[in-house]
């Protein structure tokens, strides 16, 4: 069975090191004399509430820092993310080649899931030759050329959903690997 935490603590040596502090701060002249006088009651149990009291005390000070710390982190990661996001939108304004009539359909992998966006037969052949790219904004794919999804990718590469690369490999049908349909 687990030991108990005044167990571990005195096992770890916390507590051994905290009645020593406790030791050195008061002066030898303060202390009671030894021997002389009343009898004094046994102070070890005392002692060692008194260092578990401050071993947890200790412990939640350490447990609170390291929560304010893991926040902090937290905060900066968002915001960074939020700058990106605002960077990346702010480079798609009157970039976008999505067209309402488009009539065809071209799937892709994105996020572990096959995703589709509809374009017109000329967007569909720029696409597989790399001309054209799929950005993720919003929760909406977005065609945009080759130059603009370049940048999206520079800015954050987990927004480009889709940018074929003209000298990639193709398998044995000539299509590359990355072209479902």
Do not use: C
Not at 154 to 181: F, K, Y
């Amino acid at each position: 069975m687990a030991d108990s935490l005044r167990d571990q603590l005195l096992k770890s040596g916390i507590v051994k090191q905290v009645r020593e502090e406790q030791r050195a701060k008061v002066p030898k002249d303060a202390r009671p004399p030894q021997g002389k006088g009343k009898p004094r009651p046994p102070q070890g149990r005392r002692d060692e509430e008194i260092d578990l009291a401050r071993a947890y005390a200790i412990r939640a000070q350490a447990e609170a820092a390291e929560r304010k710390r893991a926040e902090q982190a937290a905060a900066e990661q968002a915001r960074l993310k939020r700058e990106r996001k605002a960077r990346i939108q702010k480079l798609l304004e009157g970039q976008v080649l999505n067209k309402a009539e488009a009539d065809q359909v071209r799937h892709f992998e994105y996020g572990g899931k096959i995703r589709r966006v509809h374009v017109d037969a000329e967007q569909l052949a720029a696409l597989n030759e790399g001309r054209l790219g799929i950005v993720q904004q919003n929760g909406r794919y977005l065609v945009v050329s080759q130059a603009i999804a370049e940048q999206v990718r520079a800015i954050d590469p987990q927004q480009l959903a889709l940018l074929v690369d003209p000298n990639e490999a193709t398998d044995d049908d000539g299509v590359p690997d990355d072209l479902m349909w």
